[in-house]
């Protein structure tokens, strides 16, 4: 076989009669259900084939330290390292271009080719990597225990950009403050955003320290400067930016999808006391640039072509969308059915060797905007995106107290506290609580994958 075929394209037959594949020509091809989405496809990575995050199906991409950082690809409790695939000639019969971007030490030369490079590279690491591989003795030596490795940051983010799509959250938060009119009238026309803070976003594992602020009680006449007393975590999903778009030049909402590389887990610490008071008149500022953390591994779109779900059901009486954020196509395939947990491991409970517990879980199909809403949006007055921007849903909710999705909701303002096993009760985030974040995707006649944990813990 030449290096540069594919052993995953005879497995086409084996995909379900009537999958997408056969019936969905029309569609872009990182949505389009393929080979390697199989079911039935197995690696030689024997940990891949155990239920666990990192199948086979999976292939996510991230970077690990080294001398230089290099670029990975989970597969079970294994990285198979880009560049030394890449100097090997593995990848062989890919562009060019293809190849120098694996070599590089983070992805955002990768992500700027796009889909038409993305799906022939996936192919080609499902070949490297399937049972059975003539390739194997090659490969073998290019894997590192993911135990060993030292996750870094997977792009260069220059730009992140938060939203507020949930709109179980917006209105679970609003009628904590606005009891009669808990959602503002404009919520359910315009995808409501803010521009965060690139600098300090951290990955998975990197303490978070409390950050000191202006708040002011409700009976004070004038406000304090101290630490924060409301520290609070936000269950998000995030996702980065593939190729972007020339300044001035929207990019519209049938093409949102194909400028989408992948989803991350993302945890958006807010100090709620710090932002209750400097919120107004124009929005978070500090309650929310001190850190915000990322899961290492980025899952890419077409790994989660199976999983894609119709938008959410706006209630009857809910505007459409407006013209440039509706497609019949978004509104089919626009959601991603992920379910969503969040635990809590307390210092005492870790010292007690007490399994974090877990606080919620939720699904993104419960976002009221799609991710190409969100870029579309985000695009329209002719904002240019660039290659690893991040773009972030804000705290995924659903209808059920089980799903709320920070500890604002789900302690009702403090007012509620939360039973911890060791006796302890939270209202809001202590000093050396460890907040973890996991993400998975299921559904019938599929392979499960994962996302991963994005952990921090309280400094």
Same mark, same amino acid.
């Given at each position: 076989?030449?290096?540069?075929?594919?052993?995953?394209?005879?497995?086409?037959?084996?995909?379900?009669?009537?999958?997408?594949?056969?019936?969905?020509?029309?569609?872009?091809?990182?949505?389009? %259900?393929?080979?390697?989405?199989?079911?039935?496809?197995?690696?030689?990575?024997?940990?891949?084939?155990?239920? $666990?995050?990192?199948?086979?199906?999976?292939? &996510?991409?991230?970077?690990?330290?080294?001398?230089?950082?290099? !670029? $990975?690809?989970? !597969?079970?409790?294994?990285?198979?390292?880009?560049?030394?695939?890449?100097?090997?000639?593995?990848?062989?019969?890919?562009?060019?271009?293809?190849?120098?971007?694996?070599?590089?030490?983070?992805?955002?030369?990768?992500?700027? %080719?796009?889909?038409?490079?993305?799906?022939?590279?996936?192919?080609? !690491?499902?070949?490297?990597?399937?049972?059975?591989?003539?390739?194997?003795?090659?490969?073998?030596?290019?894997?590192?225990?993911?135990?060993?490795? @030292?996750?870094?940051?997977?792009?260069? @983010?220059? *730009? #992140?950009? *938060?939203?507020?799509?949930? @709109?179980?959250?917006?209105?679970?938060?609003?009628?904590?403050?606005?009891?009669? *009119?808990?959602?503002?009238?404009?919520?359910?026309?315009?995808?409501?955003? #803010?521009?965060?803070?690139?600098?300090?976003?951290?990955?998975?594992?990197?303490?978070?320290?409390?950050?000191?602020?202006?708040?002011?009680?409700?009976?004070? +006449?004038?406000?304090?400067?101290?630490?924060?007393?409301?520290?609070? #975590?936000?269950?998000?999903?995030?996702?980065?930016?593939?190729?972007?778009?020339?300044?001035? +030049?929207?990019?519209?909402?049938?093409?949102?999808?194909?400028?989408?590389?992948?989803?991350?887990?993302?945890?958006?610490?807010?100090?709620?006391?710090?932002?209750?008071?400097?919120?107004?008149?124009? =929005?978070?500022?500090?309650?929310?640039?001190?850190?915000?953390?990322?899961?290492?591994?980025?899952?890419?779109?077409?790994?989660?072509?199976?999983?894609?779900?119709?938008?959410?059901?706006?209630?009857?009486?809910?505007?459409?969308?407006?013209?440039?954020?509706?497609?019949?196509? *978004?509104?089919?395939?626009?959601? @991603?059915?992920?379910?969503?947990?969040?635990?809590?491991?307390?210092?005492?409970?870790?010292?007690?060797?007490?399994?974090?517990?877990?606080?919620?879980?939720?699904?993104?199909?419960?976002? #009221?905007?799609?991710?190409? +809403?969100?870029?579309?949006?985000?695009?329209?007055?002719?904002?240019?995106?660039?290659?690893?921007?991040?773009?972030?849903?804000?705290?995924?909710? =659903? &209808?059920?107290?089980?799903?709320?999705?920070?500890?604002?909701?789900?302690?009702?303002?403090?007012?509620?506290?939360?039973?911890?096993?060791?006796?302890?009760?939270?209202?809001?985030?202590?000093?050396?609580?460890?907040?973890?974040?996991?993400?998975?995707?299921?559904?019938?006649?599929?392979?499960?994958?994962?996302?991963?944990?994005?952990?921090?813990?309280?400094?």
């Amino acid at each position: 076989m030449a290096p540069g075929d594919s052993g995953c394209k005879a497995l086409c037959r084996c995909m379900p009669a009537g999958s997408l594949a056969a019936k969905s020509g029309h569609l872009e091809p990182f949505s389009v %259900l393929n080979a390697t989405h199989d079911p039935t496809l197995s690696s030689w990575v024997e940990s891949a084939n155990l239920l $666990g995050d990192f199948p086979i199906q999976n292939l &996510p991409f991230g970077v690990f330290r080294g001398n230089p950082d290099a !670029i $990975g690809v989970a !597969i079970g409790d294994r990285i198979l390292d880009l560049g030394r695939t890449a100097q090997a000639g593995l990848l062989a019969g890919l562009a060019p271009s293809t190849i120098e971007a694996c070599s590089a030490s983070v992805l955002n030369q990768l992500m700027a %080719l796009g889909p038409r490079h993305w799906a022939p590279l996936r192919r080609r !690491i499902c070949d490297l990597l399937r049972a059975g591989s003539e390739y194997q003795a090659a490969v073998e030596p290019l894997l590192v225990p993911m135990n060993d490795a @030292i996750m870094a940051p997977p792009a260069m @983010i220059r *730009d #992140y950009t *938060d939203f507020y799509a949930s @709109i179980h959250h917006a209105t679970n938060v609003g009628r904590l403050f606005r009891p009669n *009119d808990p959602l503002l009238p404009n919520y359910r026309y315009v995808p409501i955003g #803010y521009h965060g803070r690139a600098s300090s976003i951290v990955v998975s594992g990197t303490a978070v320290h409390r950050p000191s602020g202006q708040s002011k009680d409700a009976a004070a +006449q004038a406000p304090v400067f101290g630490p924060s007393r409301s520290l609070d #975590y936000e269950l998000e999903v995030g996702f980065f930016v593939g190729h972007g778009n020339e300044l001035g +030049q929207p990019i519209p909402i049938a093409e949102a999808g194909s400028h989408i590389f992948g989803l991350c887990l993302l945890n958006d610490w807010s100090a709620r006391d710090i932002q209750s008071w400097e919120y107004q008149p124009l =929005g978070p500022f500090l309650a929310k640039s001190f850190a915000t953390t990322i899961s290492p591994w980025i899952v890419t779109m077409e790994a989660l072509a199976p999983f894609r779900a119709p938008a959410f059901q706006r209630p009857e009486g809910d505007p459409e969308p407006l013209p440039y954020l509706r497609s019949e196509e *978004d509104r089919e395939r626009g959601g @991603i059915d992920l379910t969503l947990e969040v635990h809590i491991a307390s210092r005492r409970m870790r010292e007690s060797g007490i399994q974090p517990m877990r606080l919620s879980k939720g699904n993104s199909r419960n976002l #009221y905007w799609t991710l190409a +809403q969100l870029l579309t949006h985000h695009s329209s007055n002719g904002c240019n995106l660039q290659p690893g921007d991040l773009l972030a849903s804000g705290t995924v909710s =659903g &209808p059920l107290p089980e799903e709320r999705g920070c500890l604002l909701e789900l302690t009702q303002r403090g007012a509620e506290p939360i039973d911890l096993p060791t006796g302890e009760t939270r209202k809001f985030l202590e000093d050396g609580d460890e907040v973890v974040l996991r993400g998975y995707c299921e559904r019938e006649g599929f392979t499960r994958i994962g996302f991963g944990e994005c952990r921090g813990i309280v400094g």
